[in-house]
């Protein structure tokens, strides 16, 4: 099985319910997140179609078909000779699922991290213990392109984002892992920031390349104290970004 059919099949964000959504929705799907968590904002350019196909594990053919879905919705203008710019961040509940990813950031950053450390070491405990072969795979190849965008925070998010998702879907629980999921979208402008510092995204790798060695050896003691490093280098990065005088700090 391909990578980009594991995706389609095992993702639940990318399962449309009854009526299952070709990769071109999936792909539209996933960039609208992007916007609605504040990876990408208005008056932004797009990375290439090259390097989204990349973080995202799909084909080029694949990422311009999703643009063009949100070009037609008025997310994106795309003209020809330039880059693909985020016109709107109007993300309607087709691509959000009923849930509001902003709306998370109303949270105080100690509260989600508490929430965090609570819920996501049961979720990527299990994952440890239920991990296949393919979701390595994948997990491998995002390693490899985070790797190569170490001078690339947007291209690196992207691909983080799918590296947790991943793990967080292991789980076997639908449910945990969308709620995790929710989680980690917590103040994303802010994370942009924090991974633009030097040598940020090197140590974010670092984490990754940590807990992929521990979910490979299927080891969940060690997954869950892989997690708990990197919880806590998200959490005081955020801290630092936010400053001591942010309401959202406390």
Known sequence: MSLTHFVLEHASELQGGIVRRNIRDVV???????????IFKIGDDLPSER?????????????????QILAA???????????????????GAEFTRMREPRLINGYGLDD??????????????????RIDDETIRFLREAVKTQRAATEDPVRFLISDREFHLAVYRACANPALADFVGDLYAYMMEHRCRAVAEPGAIARSVG????????????????????????????????????????????
Request: hydrophobic share 45%; no cysteine.
């Open 28 to 38: 539209a799907g996933k960039i609208a997140i992007l916007i609605a968590s504040g």
């Open 51 to 67: 390097d989204l196909a990349s973080a995202l594990q799909v084909s080029r053919e694949s990422v311009r078909g999703g643009i």
């Open 207 to 250: 984490d990754h390349e940590a807990i992929l060695a521990a979910l490979e050896a299927r080891d969940r003691a060690r997954t869950v104290a892989a997690f708990d490093t990197h919880l806590e280098r998200i959490y005081r990065t955020t801290q630092d970004v936010l400053g001591p005088g942010d309401p959202s700090a406390a």
């Open 112 to 129: 989600i991290h508490a929430a965090r450390l609570l819920v996501e070491r049961p979720v990527v405990g299990d994952a440890a213990e």
């Open 73 to 91: 919705r008025g997310l994106l203008s795309v003209v020809h000779g330039s880059r693909t710019r985020v016109v709107s961040d109007e993300v």
